[in-house]
T-cell receptor
Framework: GAGVSQSPSNKVTEKGKDVELRCDPI?????LYWYRQSLGQGLEFLIY????????KSGLPSDRFSAERTGGSVSTLTIQRTQQEDSAVYLC????????????FGSGTQLSVL | GENVEQHPSTLSVQEGDSAVIKCTYS??????FPWYKQELGKGPQLIID?????GEKKDQRIAVTLNKTAKHFSLHITETQPEDSAVYFC?????????????FGKGTHLIIQP
């Protein structure tokens, strides 16, 4: 498809388990972002990838969170030892350039930690 | 860092009336101000943006105004329709200020009453 694709759309897990969330950005987009959206809250920046540069991890809330982007395309966000407060919608976005013009968002992954 | 305040959190208007959402920002160096619309179950989508060298921008029923002196910007929707019902997010960005993406407001839930 032409848009940003995220999978799974919904994920229910037990506290303490690890989860992996996947993002397929728009082909050719060099910038990729992960955001977290908690109920009734705004969009919390997590991590940013730009081309082959080292990612900006300044928004990751703890060392249980990590992300990688293979081959400059697909990205995976991993949350280890999930906690209930990790429950949220995780949104991925991509953009064509380094100057963060127009972000294209996926529909997100709804993560529920029981 | 940048701080963006958005008001109101919920706005209910009669179909056909106008809606206004306001945001303030803290970093006077911010120079890019986009607005995103998020429909239920979807990711946010850019609807309009403005740069600091422009005071107003209009696109059909949507307009954005910027007051750099007061550090606030507003979204105006005229002749509201049922499909305008969504959550709207404002954001601010200092271009070149780092790779941490945009700073978003907490969102406004716009309800169009038939």
């Amino acid at each position: 498809g032409a848009g940003v694709s995220q999978s799974p759309s919904n994920k229910v897990t037990e506290k303490g388990k690890d989860v992996e969330l996947r993002c397929d950005p728009i082909s050719g987009h060099t910038a990729l972002y992960w955001y977290r959206q908690s109920l009734g809250q705004g969009l919390e920046f997590l991590i940013y990838f730009q081309g082959n540069s080292a990612p900006d991890k300044s928004g990751l809330p703890s060392d249980r969170f990590s992300a990688e982007r293979t081959g400059g395309s697909v990205s995976t966000l991993t949350i280890q030892r999930t906690q209930q407060e990790d429950s949220a919608v995780y949104l991925c976005a991509s953009s064509a350039g380094q100057m963060n013009e127009k972000l294209f968002f996926g529909s997100g992954t709804q993560l529920s930690v029981l | 860092g940048e701080n963006v305040e958005q008001h109101p959190s919920t706005l209910s208007v009669q179909e056909g009336d106008s809606a206004v959402i306001k945001c303030t920002y803290s970093d006077s160096a911010s120079n890019y101000f986009p607005w995103y619309k998020q429909e239920l179950g979807k990711g946010p989508q850019l609807i309009i943006d403005i740069r600091s060298n422009v005071g107003e921008k209009k696109d059909q029923r949507i307009a954005v105004t910027l007051n750099k002196t007061a550090k606030h910007f507003s979204l105006h929707i005229t002749e509201t329709q049922p499909e305008d019902s969504a959550v709207y997010f404002c954001a601010a960005k200092f271009e070149g200020g780092g790779a941490d993406g945009l700073t978003f407001g907490k969102g406004t839930h716009l309800i169009i009453q038939p």
